[in-house]
């Protein structure tokens, strides 16, 4: 039997080592990001993992979760033991006061981290809920939507918003005929491109630089690969979706 795994932002960072470490007999994998990741494609290729890439863009995510809950809908459920949505993707966008930035940005953060997660879960929860296997939904989360942060305010408006929308999740799924278990997830400090952008911010639009570039000088940022090991660690604990929002920080 063959696991199912969907991950969105899979092209790159904390996505594609997720998709690394997925590629395994007895995996399914489908990546959805902007980019395509050609050396991801070859691993799969060479183990015989069916590893499925769809470009898309996450600031216009209807048509994504129009066209992921009928692709789900085209799968037979007999072929799967479980399946799975690690919702990843995510943007800071630009730092600074929220009124000194685009509206145009803004609205692009908000879509990708928060309104592209509700479309593709409810898309991913419907489409599966007759499927009589386990189903679990993994919302990729920050601490900074328990805790604000001058100069990031949209983003904290995203993780905060997952995490609420992931407890309300959590209490409707409990509800139903095997329902999904849910986790909104802080994965620490990681050592990716939205870290870089960070510490090369301006510090007179984004007040917290200099903490980020002291984490960055004193090691205290894990790589993507070893935050998808807690991850996935995590997705397959037997007791996931025990509390919904949760933290892989301490690993």
């Not at 809950?69 to 799968?75: A, F, N, P, T, V």
């Not at 309104?115 to 990729?140: C, D, K, Q, Y």
């Not at 690969?225 to 660690?233: G, P, T």
Request: net charge neutral; with cysteine; proline share 4%.
């Amino acid at each position: 039997m063959t696991h199912l795994t969907l991950i969105t932002g899979a092209s790159r960072g904390v996505g594609a080592a997720l998709v690394a470490q997925l590629i395994a007999p007895g995996q399914r994998i489908l990546g959805i990001a902007r980019g395509h990741n050609a050396d991801l494609q070859a691993r799969a290729d060479a183990a015989g993992v069916v590893l499925s890439q769809w470009s898309a863009d996450l600031a216009e995510p209807l048509a994504v979760a129009q066209r992921l809950g009928d692709w789900l809908g085209s799968l037979r459920p007999a072929d799967f033991a479980s399946v799975s949505l690690i919702n990843n993707a995510g943007v800071t966008g630009a730092l600074g006061p929220a009124e000194s930035l685009p509206l145009s940005d803004l609205s692009r953060s908000l879509r990708v981290g928060l309104e592209a997660t509700v479309l593709l879960s409810a898309a991913f929860l419907g489409a599966t809920a007759g499927w009589g296997v386990p189903r679990r939904l993994m919302n990729i989360s920050s601490g900074l939507g328990r805790f604000a942060m001058a100069g990031s305010a949209v983003y904290c408006a995203a993780k905060a918003g997952m995490d609420n929308f992931s407890r309300a999740l959590a209490l409707e799924q409990a509800s139903q005929a095997n329902g999904a278990r849910v986790e909104s997830v802080a994965p620490g400090v990681i050592d990716t491109d939205m870290q870089a952008g960070l510490r090369a911010a301006d510090a007179g639009s984004f007040p917290e630089r200099a903490r980020f570039v002291a984490l960055h000088s004193q090691g205290q940022l894990i790589s993507p690969a070893e935050c998808a090991r807690r991850l996935l660690a995590r997705l397959a604990s037997p007791d996931y979706g025990s509390e919904v929002l949760s933290d892989v920080r301490a690993g």
